[in-house]
């Protein structure tokens, strides 16, 4: 696979390690009084939809930046990358 | 219906086998059913024991596809117990155990062929771990032996000794381990199950669950709506597809396994070997190709087929452990769909919708699973509670921290 | 009689070529292939079939070949399975048969043949399963025996291959005549084009063919093509390069063989594999041919009308002096007219009615409406038996069935090839991926001018795509064919059987059985019959058996669809996938700082991930091990020892907000550690367990130093990014890997502050002024940089002393200078690992990643008040069961006795079975202090157990010991020692 | 002041070697420095650094020199840069920081990294067998830098002259990487 860094242009998958879901980036808050429960889903539970996926990649062999990449996890096909600060930033984190 | 012996084999050739009956019917889907199961590989073995065993006789087994075209017809074929955590080892000698019946079982020769499986270790921490698990497994009452390098020459001379990166140290061997031909596996199943009057429905997928207040009381059909007093879904790497149908979300990634066979060659290796330094395993068939395979491609994914990288990660492993594969050409890869679970570990269990049941998160390792699977499956539809080898593998084992997490590499699937 | 023609073809006859087959000398030319090389040389039975041995000859002129297998070169170099009609003959080429019993004519395992009534589709599953034992021991391995094609030589591969990455905007695959006419167009327009064919001569049909392009030969149009594109900079014209295999994001799989590489003769890769990045592809593989079904179709001597055409064009190869087409459409006619301008008599024998106002004069006869219902001579044909009744004498016999394109490389991500019913064949599905387009008669176009013109369009469509001028029309002058085809699959009064796949042996027969048994998915024909799943993946047979198949269940072919298409297109050697990673080159390897004075030493060294560290150093005499690290040992708690520890991972953390990130990180407090103090660290994941352990160091208000486990280094640190960059982007916090950037030792022992005092520069080592947990940006032997950390994993005074890694190797020859006067002694990971467990550290066998905090008793550092990775998830009931494991200490009871690491324990008087498991030894070492044996282990609720005697049993290595539960701190538990 | 001294050995120090027209050396007279820029102070730490270097700090993939080109700058991540320098012995990370002020922080990089300086004409073909990026001279031209992976080694590539390429590898596994690039002269040509 091919990967659009926003910053690089394309690079070879073999440059990046995958974590998986986006939403790893949307941690819950520990003291809030449901934490137990929000932190359960937050790290075990998935949508793992077939079709459109956003998801965690490092580019680790490249500029070291995490990349939120929109996948079509049937076609492979990428629709979007981002980086995962930005992401992050702009979601209030 | 006919029996299959050596005595059939030889009057149909006479007759130029021009009377071979059909190996199980073709029936449309009947209105209502004791007992539905979605997904025709863990769910056939299911179906076959809860019509044998359990009695249980109504039952249909939707499959949308052909039969044996999810993860039974796409795997390594390879069987073992070997494992660690007592979560799993008894549930999967178990199997080992129905494995080896199952021929006589159900009157079909689906080659169980148990030539044993070797798990290679390369340095001392790993030794340890691998004496660890050895125990577990004659604990467990299944069978290990630690081989050191000695043995090990002498019964795989061709492996690298002398130039290798990551030297053998030794292996841990289960002498029962094996492989079965996995086809076979279906078909047997399936034909065991027809005779005991199993509806197999083929070209069927379920598009939703038929739920009134919490109970679930039949699926919506590319066939048409079909009642059933109980839902069993076991579809693996489709699992979080279906049951986002009736609106859970699991423990579960779907991930791409490549799996690898080269052209036939004259029988080389004794059984199955695992190289503990990179990702690579490898045994051969009955047809004399070497089946082998390696890691996940990593990524979330659907598309039943995978990239080149893992291609060549698996064939650098292969190469680094038996250099004298070089020269054997590969002919087919092909990926299957991994319902990768949080901790490596299956899931077989009631939901908290009345009526509906999983049977899921094989990860890589549900061929082996297939016998014991499907019979706990059958045991769990029957009786509503888990077979007793089965107890472990709970939906909420996450929430209370009771993962069987054999690799400890904790909730991140593609690791497992 | 096969012979040479003494004049033609495009071999070169300046270069003849001596070559070996089955220990018998015969004589090619240079551009001959090893099969045309044999028909030369009227080689007709080269091989014996995979199931019922048949003998079979050369059936193709391609990679599409079922039975031309043969095994290339000897000994070690040996290639099992390799197809004649791909093997570009060379100099003292070497090669025989395969998969016999005996020899090839005389083939005791031919006898399947006669037992093929019994051994029919699926047979095996039927029977031998009585009884069970007999399976392993008997039917299995005589049934193995029997399968199988070729022998691996069971030598490590002597051969090299290397790999490699090309990039291009548009890949042409296929250098027929609609590939070429694409790469010179796309080349015209100034694109980035690489032309790849697997054929060393490119020029596909047009070498096979002799039809006229612009009024000059075929082949002469090929070479001016070829000429132009080797002048262009942007074009890489890749001959002997087949693209086996298409991945995302228009990522293509090509192997290249290399002709210089010749086996033993020079180190040179034999071939390169090659990953190409296209943007946008044209596919112009072409299509392959069929054969039609009749009695013994499947005897030497009978070949597919195009290849014998071929023979006849490309090699000058003469197929006998009788020979006949057998034929359902128009490219068969074409051959019979190649062979009727030779000397050679040839009977026509097409299965359309309708033909009969061709000129048929050229032709001994020309029969319409044929069959052949069978076929004579079982080593080479001899004479050919037709519907009625007919018996006709042939050397040879070309069978034309049609055409199947070529579309795999359109398959392999899933696109669906659709039916073409103008063809009877399977074209690529019009949905393609990443910029891909087909052209030539992969399409099904099957005469020249559409193919030429095709070939343009698509690449000028392509240029016009990627933002290039489009080229102006070329106009090709090529005479008119007809590619008429009436379908026609097998012939059903066949006398004999009918093969369709002729590798696996599967045939008419099989496919109806199949049916009869409910086999009728596609997939399932394949899987029960075997049909397609050969070395040539049914090229030639697959579509012939679904046209049977849809013939019984009633549904036309479209409807069925075909088996998928996956890669290789052609199988690729396991050795060209895996290029150098192999032998030592397998992984990279990472050397200490001080490795070259280890090897000096003479040190014995293990690895531990990628990295080879000093295990142990002997010295003269001592004969084992043990001796070694138990000195080690002795002499770093007596006096001083000195370990090269610089595999640990090393960060760098700067920024203002690093003390709030660390907080954050580890599951302890980090919010008030001075500067010039060192603090250990406990890392967990967010699942709540240990992840890692390591110490962080303030070296100044706003950098800090961690240093993390050998094996964890890369995933703490991209777990570190991870938090820095999505779950708290706002902190100023800047990582940097140092791992490699220092060199660092630890001196411990008692003598190790004196031995300090010695090399560095007026540094007060006091424990007044640095005491246990301080560190120091200090300077060494006359004013170096070095870091100074009082820490200690042996439990003695002991420091970590880290230099720039250039002055690694000094560094530990200094230390040893300065360290004789107290016999300073080198140490290794076996006494580095020993020492920790004398201590009670725990390590990587106490760290699987199913370890809690609790687990290791280390609970209480998880501050409470403060949120941290894994702090919540870390309180889950399953985690802190009361009666869960505990790490605790293990002494034998009697002193004498041992035990090992994986042993398990099991309360006195229980059985030894699961149910009584309690847990699990993890470290074992012999202890040179305490001379006894000593473990550390994980057993349930072993905090209350102290004195507790247990089974340490370990079956798998027929042990049982008894063992007592103590403290793990074996050594110096008040920890006095590295504290003075 | 100590009576014992220490002597630098750097990992493939002093190898230098002929592929026909192409040489392969080990410089060993540069040290790197990793600047980071501090969160917030983006801006600052770009003027300075325009002011300081007589050039812009470098974009995503590229390096600059120092007007008088005593520095190289290669962008390394969004918030960090290295600068590559003659050799200073002792602090070379003090050397940028007294330029640069507190709108960064900064590390020596030196010794991390074992730096290959390759010439001639035939690296693109050598490179092929290797690096998975494009380095056409269109696509990759003088002035770009990037980091890689190659024969599994975290690699940095800079193509700092019309034939020359600079190379960095992390120094432990130096040796396992000069020995991928001398096999790929030796599987590329006559060597």
Same mark, same amino acid.
């Given at each position: 696979?091919?990967?659009?860094?926003?910053?690089?242009?394309?690079?070879?998958?073999?440059?990046?390690?995958?974590?998986?879901?986006?939403?790893?980036?949307?941690?819950?808050?520990?003291?809030?009084?449901?934490?137990?429960?929000?932190?359960?889903?937050?790290?075990?539970?998935?949508?793992?939809?077939?079709?459109?996926?956003?998801?965690?990649?490092?580019?680790?062999?490249?500029?070291?930046?995490?990349?939120?990449?929109?996948?079509?996890?049937?076609?492979?096909?990428?629709?979007?990358?981002?980086?995962?600060?930005?992401?992050?930033?702009?979601?209030?984190? | 219906?006919?029996?299959?012996?050596?005595?059939?084999?030889?009057?149909?050739?006479?007759?130029?086998?021009?009377?071979?009956?059909?190996?199980?019917?073709?029936?449309?889907?009947?209105?209502?059913?004791?007992?539905?199961?979605?997904?025709?590989?863990?769910?056939?073995?299911?179906?076959?024991?809860?019509?044998?065993?359990?009695?249980?006789?109504?039952?249909?087994?939707?499959?949308?596809?052909?039969?044996?075209?999810?993860?039974?017809?796409?795997?390594?074929?390879?069987?073992?117990?070997?494992?660690?955590?007592?979560?799993?080892?008894?549930?999967?000698?178990?199997?080992?155990?129905?494995?080896?019946?199952?021929?006589?079982?159900?009157?079909?020769?689906?080659?169980?062929?148990?030539?044993?499986?070797?798990?290679? +270790?390369?340095?001392?921490?790993?030794?340890?771990?691998?004496?660890?698990?050895?125990?577990?497994?004659?604990?467990?009452?299944?069978?290990?032996?630690?081989?050191?390098?000695?043995?090990?020459?002498?019964?795989?001379?061709?492996?690298?000794?002398?130039?290798?990166?990551?030297?053998?140290?030794?292996?841990?061997?289960?002498?029962?381990?094996?492989?079965?031909?996995?086809?076979?596996?279906?078909?047997?199943?399936?034909?065991?199950?027809?005779?005991?009057?199993?509806?197999?429905?083929?070209?069927?997928?379920?598009?939703?669950?038929?739920?009134?207040?919490?109970?679930?009381?039949?699926?919506?059909?590319?066939?048409?709506?079909?009642?059933?007093?109980?839902?069993?879904?076991?579809?693996?790497?489709?699992?979080?597809?279906?049951?986002?149908?009736?609106?859970?979300?699991?423990?579960?990634?779907?991930?791409?396994?490549?799996?690898?066979?080269?052209?036939?060659?004259?029988?080389?290796?004794?059984?199955?070997?695992? +190289?503990?330094?990179?990702?690579?395993?490898?045994?051969?068939?009955?047809?004399?190709?070497?089946? +082998?395979?390696?890691?996940?491609?990593?990524?979330?994914?659907?598309?039943?087929?995978?990239?080149?990288?893992?291609?060549?990660?698996?064939?650098?492993?292969?190469?680094?452990?038996?250099?004298?594969?070089?020269?054997?050409?590969?002919?087919?890869?092909?990926?299957?769909?991994?319902?990768?679970?949080?901790?490596?570990?299956?899931?077989?269990?009631?939901?908290?919708?009345?009526?509906?049941?999983?049977?899921?998160?094989?990860?890589?390792?549900?061929?082996?699973?297939?016998?014991?699977?499907?019979?706990?499956?059958?045991?769990?539809?029957?009786?509503?509670?888990?077979?007793?080898?089965?107890?472990?593998?709970? +939906?909420?084992?996450?929430?209370?921290?009771?993962?069987?997490?054999?690799?400890?590499?904790?909730?991140?699937?593609?690791?497992? | 009689?096969?012979?040479?023609?003494?004049?033609?073809?495009?071999?070169?006859?300046?270069?003849?070529?001596?070559?070996?087959?089955?220990?018998?000398?015969?004589?090619?030319?240079?551009?001959?292939?090893?099969?045309?090389?044999?028909?030369?040389?009227?080689?007709?039975?080269?091989?014996?079939?995979?199931?019922?041995?048949?003998?079979?000859?050369?059936?193709?002129?391609?990679?599409?070949?079922?039975?031309?297998?043969?095994?290339?070169?000897?000994?070690?170099?040996?290639?099992?399975?390799?197809?004649?009609?791909?093997?570009?003959?060379?100099?003292?080429?070497?090669?025989?048969?395969?998969?016999?019993?005996?020899?090839?004519?005389?083939?005791?395992?031919?006898?399947?043949?006669?037992?093929?009534?019994?051994?029919?589709?699926?047979?095996?599953?039927?029977?031998?399963?009585?009884?069970?034992?007999?399976?392993?021991?008997?039917?299995?391995?005589?049934?193995?025996?029997?399968?199988?094609?070729?022998?691996?030589?069971?030598?490590?591969?002597?051969?090299?291959?290397?790999?490699?990455?090309?990039?291009?905007?548009?890949?042409?695959?296929?250098?027929?005549?609609?590939?070429?006419?694409?790469?010179?167009?796309?080349?015209?327009?100034?694109?980035?084009?690489?032309?790849?064919?697997?054929?060393?001569?490119?020029?596909?049909?047009?070498?096979?063919?002799?039809?006229?392009?612009?009024?000059?030969?075929? %082949?002469?149009?090929?070479?001016?093509?070829?000429?132009?594109?080797?002048?262009?900079?942007?074009?890489?014209?890749?001959?002997?390069?087949?693209?086996?295999?298409?991945?995302?994001?228009?990522?293509?799989?090509?192997?290249?063989?290399?002709?210089?590489?010749?086996?033993?003769?020079?180190?040179?890769?034999?071939?390169?594999?090659?990953?190409?990045?296209?943007?946008?592809?044209?596919?112009?593989?072409?299509?392959?041919?069929?054969?039609?079904?009749?009695?013994?179709?499947?005897?030497?001597?009978?070949?597919?009308?195009?290849?014998?055409?071929?023979?006849?064009?490309?090699?000058?190869?003469?197929?006998?002096?009788? %020979?006949?087409?057998?034929?359902?459409?128009? =490219?068969?006619?074409?051959?019979?007219?190649?062979?009727?301008?030779?000397?050679?008599?040839?009977?026509?024998?097409?299965?359309?009615?309708?033909?009969?106002?061709?000129?048929?004069?050229?032709?001994?006869?020309?029969?319409?409406?044929?069959?052949?219902?069978?076929?004579?001579?079982?080593?080479?044909?001899?004479?050919?038996?037709?519907?009625?009744?007919?018996?006709?004498?042939? !050397?040879?016999?070309?069978?034309?069935?049609?055409?199947?394109?070529?579309?795999?490389?359109?398959?392999?991500?899933?696109?669906?090839?659709?039916?073409?019913?103008?063809?009877?064949?399977?074209?690529?599905?019009?949905?393609?991926?990443?910029?891909?387009?087909?052209?030539?008669?992969?399409?099904?176009?099957?005469?020249?001018?559409?193919?030429?013109?095709?070939?343009?369009?698509?690449?000028?469509?392509?240029?016009?795509?990627?933002?290039?001028?489009?080229?102006?029309?070329?106009?090709?002058?090529?005479?008119?064919?007809?590619?008429?085809?009436?379908?026609?699959?097998?012939?059903?009064?066949?006398?004999?059987?009918?093969?369709?796949?002729?590798?696996?042996?599967?045939?008419?027969?099989?496919?109806?059985?199949?049916?009869?048994?409910?086999?009728?998915?596609?997939?399932?024909?394949?899987?029960?019959?075997?049909?397609?799943?050969?070395?040539?993946?049914?090229?030639?047979?697959?579509?012939?058996?679904?046209?049977?198949?849809?013939?019984?269940?009633?549904?036309?072919?479209?409807?069925?669809?075909?088996?998928?298409?996956?890669?290789?297109?052609?199988?690729?050697?396991?050795?060209?996938?895996?290029?150098?990673?192999?032998?030592?080159?397998?992984?990279?390897?990472?050397?200490?700082?001080?490795?070259?004075?280890?090897?000096?030493?003479?040190?014995?060294?293990?690895?531990?991930?990628?990295?080879?560290?000093?295990?142990?150093?002997?010295?003269?005499?001592?004969?084992?091990?043990?001796?070694?690290?138990?000195?080690?040992?002795?002499?770093?708690?007596?006096?001083?020892?000195?370990?090269?520890?610089?595999?640990?991972?090393?960060?760098?953390?700067?920024?203002?907000?690093?003390?709030?990130?660390?907080?954050?990180?580890?599951?302890?407090?980090?919010?008030?550690?001075?500067?010039?103090?060192?603090?250990?660290?406990?890392?967990?994941?967010?699942?709540?367990?240990?992840?890692?352990?390591?110490?962080?160091?303030?070296? !100044?208000?706003?950098?800090?130093?961690?240093?993390?486990?050998?094996?964890?280094?890369?995933?703490?640190?991209?777990?570190?990014?991870?938090?820095?960059?999505?779950?708290?982007?706002?902190?100023?916090?800047?990582?940097?890997?140092?791992?490699?950037?220092?060199?660092?030792?630890?001196?411990?022992?008692?003598?190790?502050?004196?031995?300090?005092?010695?090399?560095?520069?007026?540094?007060?080592?006091?424990?007044?002024?640095?005491?246990?947990?301080?560190?120091?940006?200090?300077?060494?032997?006359?004013?170096?940089?070095?870091?100074?950390?009082?820490?200690?994993?042996?439990?003695?005074?002991?420091?970590?002393?880290?230099?720039?890694?250039?002055?690694?190797?000094?560094?530990?020859?200094?230390?040893?200078?300065?360290?004789?006067?107290?016999?300073?002694?080198?140490?290794?990971?076996?006494?580095?690992?020993?020492?920790?467990?004398?201590?009670?550290?725990?390590?990587?066998?106490?760290?699987?990643?199913?370890?809690?905090?609790?687990?290791?008793?280390?609970?209480?550092?998880?501050?409470?008040?403060?949120?941290?990775?894994?702090?919540?998830?870390?309180?889950?009931?399953?985690?802190?069961?009361?009666?869960?494991?505990?790490?605790?200490?293990?002494?034998?009871?009697?002193?004498?006795?041992?035990?090992?690491?994986?042993?398990?324990?099991? =309360?006195?008087?229980?059985?030894?079975?699961?149910?009584?498991?309690?847990?699990?030894?993890?470290?074992?070492?012999?202890?040179?202090?305490?001379?006894?044996?000593?473990?550390?282990?994980?057993?349930?609720?072993?905090?209350?157990?102290?004195?507790?005697?247990?089974?340490?049993?370990?079956?798998?290595?027929?042990?049982?010991?008894?063992?007592?539960?103590? =403290?793990?701190?074996?050594?110096?538990?008040?920890?006095?020692?590295?504290?003075? | 002041?100590?009576?014992?001294?220490?002597?630098?050995?750097?990992?493939?120090?002093?190898?230098?070697?002929?592929?026909?027209?192409?040489?392969?050396?080990?410089?060993?007279?540069?040290?790197?420095?990793?600047?980071?820029?501090?969160?917030?102070?983006?801006?600052?730490?770009?003027?300075?650094?325009?002011?300081?270097?007589?050039?812009?700090?470098?974009?995503?993939?590229?390096?600059?020199?120092?007007?008088?080109?005593?520095?190289?700058?290669?962008?390394?991540?969004?918030?960090?840069?290295?600068?590559?320098?003659?050799?200073?012995?002792?602090?070379?990370?003090?050397?940028?920081?007294?330029?640069?002020?507190?709108?960064?922080?900064?590390?020596?990089?030196?010794?991390?990294?074992?730096?290959?300086?390759?010439?001639?004409?035939?690296?693109?073909?050598?490179?092929?067998?290797?690096?998975?990026?494009?380095?056409?001279?269109?696509?990759?031209?003088?002035?770009?830098?990037?980091?890689?992976?190659?024969?599994?080694?975290?690699?940095?590539?800079?193509?700092?002259?019309?034939?020359?390429?600079?190379?960095?590898?992390?120094?432990?596994?130096?040796?396992?990487?000069?020995?991928?690039?001398?096999?790929?002269?030796?599987?590329?040509?006559?060597?």
């Amino acid at each position: 696979m091919i990967i659009d860094h926003p910053l690089l242009g394309p690079r070879d998958a073999a440059e990046f390690v995958y974590l998986g879901d986006a939403r790893l980036i949307n941690r819950p808050d520990w003291a809030s009084l449901d934490a137990d429960q929000e932190f359960y889903e937050y790290l075990y539970l998935r949508d793992n939809p077939e079709g459109q996926h956003k998801e965690l990649w490092y580019h680790e062999q490249g500029d070291r930046s995490w990349l939120v990449v929109t996948r079509n996890t049937f076609t492979h096909e990428i629709i979007n990358v981002e980086l995962a600060r930005e992401v992050a930033q702009n979601s209030g984190r | 219906m006919m029996k299959y012996s050596v005595w059939n084999i030889l009057k149909q050739g006479l007759r130029g086998n021009r009377d071979w009956p059909l190996m199980w019917r073709e029936p449309a889907p009947q209105e209502q059913y004791d007992v539905i199961i979605i997904g025709a590989g863990h769910g056939m073995a299911a179906a076959y024991y809860l019509a044998k065993v359990y009695g249980v006789k109504k039952v249909a087994v939707l499959e949308k596809g052909w039969l044996g075209s999810g993860n039974t017809g796409r795997n390594t074929t390879i069987i073992r117990s070997n494992y660690l955590l007592p979560g799993n080892e008894p549930f999967y000698e178990f199997s080992m155990k129905l494995w080896e019946g199952l021929e006589k079982d159900f009157n079909y020769n689906s080659m169980v062929s148990q030539r044993g499986i070797l798990n290679l +270790f390369h340095s001392d921490p790993q030794r340890d771990a691998f004496a660890r698990r050895g125990n577990s497994m004659l604990l467990a009452g299944a069978d290990a032996v630690l081989l050191d390098e000695k043995l090990i020459q002498k019964m795989c001379p061709f492996l690298d000794y002398d130039n290798a990166r990551f030297p053998v140290k030794g292996a841990l061997w289960q002498p029962r381990g094996g492989t079965v031909r996995h086809d076979a596996v279906v078909w047997g199943y399936a034909r065991g199950a027809d005779q005991l009057g199993v509806d197999i429905i083929q070209n069927c997928e379920v598009t939703g669950f038929d739920i009134q207040e919490g109970i679930c009381r039949g699926v919506e059909t590319t066939r048409g709506p079909i009642k059933a007093k109980k839902v069993g879904v076991s579809v693996a790497g489709s699992s979080s597809k279906v049951m986002a149908q009736a609106g859970m979300r699991l423990p579960v990634e779907s991930h791409v396994l490549q799996a690898f066979v080269t052209e036939g060659l004259k029988p080389c290796l004794p059984g199955v070997i695992t +190289f503990g330094a990179g990702h690579f395993y490898v045994s051969q068939s009955d047809k004399g190709g070497l089946v +082998f395979g390696g890691d996940l491609d990593g990524y979330n994914s659907y598309a039943q087929r995978g990239n080149l990288p893992t291609v060549e990660d698996v064939c650098e492993g292969g190469m680094a452990i038996m250099p004298m594969i070089g020269k054997a050409r590969l002919l087919r890869m092909w990926g299957g769909l991994m319902d990768m679970s949080m901790d490596g570990s299956p899931i077989i269990d009631k939901t908290h919708i009345s009526g509906l049941y999983f049977n899921g998160g094989w990860c890589y390792g549900g061929f082996k699973a297939t016998p014991a699977s499907g019979y706990c499956m059958a045991h769990l539809l029957a009786k509503d509670e888990p077979h007793p080898t089965a107890t472990a593998f709970r +939906f909420d084992r996450f929430q209370k921290g009771l993962m069987i997490d054999e690799k400890g590499v904790g909730a991140q699937p593609n690791l497992h | 009689m096969f012979s040479r023609l003494p004049s033609g073809g495009l071999i070169d006859r300046e270069h003849p070529i001596e070559f070996t087959f089955n220990g018998k000398k015969l004589h090619g030319y240079k551009g001959d292939t090893l099969a045309s090389g044999l028909l030369a040389n009227n080689q007709l039975f080269i091989a014996r079939s995979f199931k019922y041995h048949r003998p079979r000859g050369v059936f193709s002129a391609g990679s599409e070949e079922p039975n031309g297998m043969v095994q290339l070169g000897h000994g070690k170099f040996a290639e099992p399975n390799t197809k004649a009609t791909n093997i570009e003959l060379y100099d003292n080429l070497f090669a025989k048969s395969q998969n016999y019993k005996l020899s090839l004519q005389y083939d005791l395992l031919g006898i399947n043949d006669l037992l093929s009534p019994f051994l029919s589709a699926g047979f095996y599953y039927k029977t031998f399963m009585w009884p069970k034992l007999f399976w392993e021991k008997l039917y299995e391995p005589v049934i193995r025996s029997s399968a199988g094609l070729g022998k691996l030589s069971g030598y490590p591969d002597p051969d090299t291959y290397d790999k490699g990455f090309l990039h291009c905007d548009i890949l042409v695959v296929g250098a027929g005549p609609s590939g070429l006419v694409a790469a010179l167009t796309a080349g015209q327009g100034g694109a980035r084009v690489i032309l790849a064919d697997e054929d060393f001569r490119p020029g596909g049909r047009l070498n096979a063919d002799r039809e006229e392009i612009n009024d000059c030969a075929g %082949t002469e149009w090929v070479d001016q093509i070829l000429a132009e594109l080797e002048t262009m900079d942007n074009v890489r014209l890749m001959p002997r390069t087949v693209v086996f295999g298409n991945y995302d994001h228009g990522i293509f799989g090509a192997l290249e063989q290399r002709p210089e590489a010749r086996p033993g003769i020079n180190k040179k890769p034999k071939s390169v594999l090659w990953r190409i990045y296209s943007k946008r592809s044209i596919i112009c593989t072409g299509a392959t041919e069929r054969s039609i079904g009749f009695g013994n179709n499947d005897r030497p001597g009978i070949m597919l009308a195009g290849a014998m055409r071929g023979y006849v064009n490309r090699f000058a190869i003469k197929p006998g002096e009788n %020979t006949a087409v057998f034929t359902n459409n128009d =490219s068969g006619l074409k051959t019979a007219n190649t062979l009727a301008e030779l000397d050679v008599a040839v009977t026509v024998i097409d299965t359309r009615e309708d033909k009969g106002k061709l000129n048929t004069s050229k032709y001994q006869e020309f029969i319409t409406g044929g069959k052949i219902v069978d076929v004579k001579g079982k080593k080479a044909i001899t004479s050919l038996s037709l519907g009625d009744g007919r018996s006709i004498k042939v !050397d040879s016999l070309a069978v034309a069935g049609g055409w199947n394109p070529n579309v795999h490389l359109t398959c392999h991500k899933r696109t669906k090839p659709v039916w073409d019913e103008n063809i009877f064949a399977f074209i690529p599905g019009d949905n393609l991926t990443d910029g891909m387009r087909v052209a030539g008669s992969v399409t099904g176009l099957f005469d020249l001018t559409s193919t030429l013109n095709d070939g343009f369009e698509k690449a000028n469509d392509t240029l016009e795509e990627l933002g290039h001028k489009p080229c102006p029309k070329i106009a090709f002058k090529t005479p008119e064919e007809s590619t008429e085809l009436t379908p026609f699959w097998y012939v059903k009064e066949a006398k004999g059987r009918c093969w369709i796949d002729l590798q696996n042996d599967v045939t008419t027969k099989d496919i109806s059985q199949a049916y009869d048994e409910g086999f009728r998915d596609v997939e399932h024909l394949k899987r029960y019959t075997t049909l397609g799943m050969a070395t040539d993946q049914g090229r030639t047979s697959n579509v012939t058996a679904l046209a049977i198949m849809s013939e019984y269940t009633g549904k036309p072919i479209s409807e069925t669809g075909t088996t998928i298409f996956r890669p290789p297109y052609t199988p690729i050697p396991i050795g060209a996938f895996a290029g150098r990673s192999r032998g030592k080159h397998f992984r990279p390897t990472r050397l200490t700082p001080s490795h070259h004075w280890a090897q000096k030493q003479g040190a014995a060294f293990v690895e531990t991930g990628n990295w080879l560290r000093a295990q142990w150093f002997p010295l003269k005499g001592e004969k084992h091990w043990r001796e070694s690290v138990d000195r080690e040992v002795l002499a770093t708690r007596k006096s001083v020892g000195v370990c090269d520890v610089s595999t640990l991972g090393k960060i760098d953390c700067q920024g203002k907000d690093v003390a709030e990130f660390l907080n954050r990180i580890y599951a302890n407090p980090f919010l008030k550690l001075p500067v010039g103090k060192v603090r250990y660290g406990l890392m967990m994941r967010e699942d709540g367990i240990v992840y890692d352990d390591g110490t962080v160091a303030r070296l !100044d208000e706003t950098h800090y130093v961690i240093t993390t486990t050998t094996a964890n280094a890369v995933l703490v640190f991209r777990q570190l990014e991870f938090a820095r960059q999505c779950l708290w982007p706002n902190l100023d916090v800047h990582l940097i890997s140092t791992t490699d950037g220092w060199a660092q030792f630890s001196v411990a022992g008692p003598n190790s502050r004196a031995l300090l005092n010695k090399i560095t520069d007026d540094f007060d080592l006091s424990n007044e002024a640095f005491p246990f947990m301080a560190c120091a940006n200090i300077t060494v032997c006359g004013g170096r940089r070095a870091r100074l950390f009082r820490i200690s994993f042996s439990g003695e005074l002991a420091y970590e002393i880290a230099v720039p890694s250039r002055y690694g190797n000094s560094m530990m020859e200094t230390l040893m200078k300065a360290g004789e006067e107290f016999n300073a002694t080198p140490y290794g990971t076996e006494a580095l690992g020993v020492m920790r467990i004398e201590k009670g550290h725990f390590a990587g066998n106490e760290l699987t990643g199913q370890t809690t905090a609790f687990n290791l008793g280390l609970e209480r550092m998880i501050s409470k008040k403060k949120d941290s990775i894994g702090n919540k998830l870390s309180e889950r009931p399953g985690l802190n069961q009361s009666d869960g494991f505990r790490l605790v200490g293990f002494l034998p009871v009697n002193k004498e006795k041992s035990f090992n690491a994986g042993s398990h324990f099991i =309360s006195k008087g229980k059985d030894k079975i699961m149910a009584n498991d309690e847990g699990w030894m993890t470290s074992v070492a012999y202890s040179p202090t305490l001379k006894h044996t000593i473990g550390l282990g994980f057993i349930k609720n072993g905090l209350d157990r102290m004195g507790e005697k247990v089974h340490a049993v370990d079956p798998l290595r027929g042990k049982n010991t008894e063992v007592e539960i103590c =403290s793990p701190h074996f050594y110096d538990p008040e920890g006095s020692r590295q504290r003075g | 002041m100590a009576e014992f001294k220490i002597e630098p050995f750097p990992f493939l120090w002093g190898k230098e070697r002929y592929f026909g027209d192409n040489y392969l050396e080990i410089i060993s007279d540069q040290s790197i420095v990793s600047m980071a820029i501090t969160r917030g102070d983006e801006e600052k730490f770009s003027t300075q650094f325009t002011n300081i270097f007589g050039n812009p700090p470098p974009k995503p993939g590229k390096f600059v020199n120092s007007i008088d080109n005593d520095y190289k700058f290669l962008w390394m991540s969004p918030d960090q840069i290295f600068a590559l320098f003659k050799r200073e012995n002792l602090y070379p990370e003090t050397k940028i920081q007294k330029l640069m002020g507190d709108s960064g922080f900064y590390t020596d990089q030196t010794d991390n990294w074992c730096q290959i300086k390759l010439t001639g004409p035939h690296l693109i073909q050598v490179f092929e067998r290797i690096c998975p990026l494009d380095l056409n001279r269109q696509k990759f031209p003088v002035g770009n830098c990037a980091r890689t992976i190659m024969e599994h080694l975290s690699t940095i590539i800079v193509h700092d002259s019309e034939e020359g390429f600079l190379v960095l590898s992390p120094s432990s596994s130096s040796e396992s990487f000069l020995e991928a690039i001398e096999q790929s002269f030796i599987n590329t040509g006559d060597y």
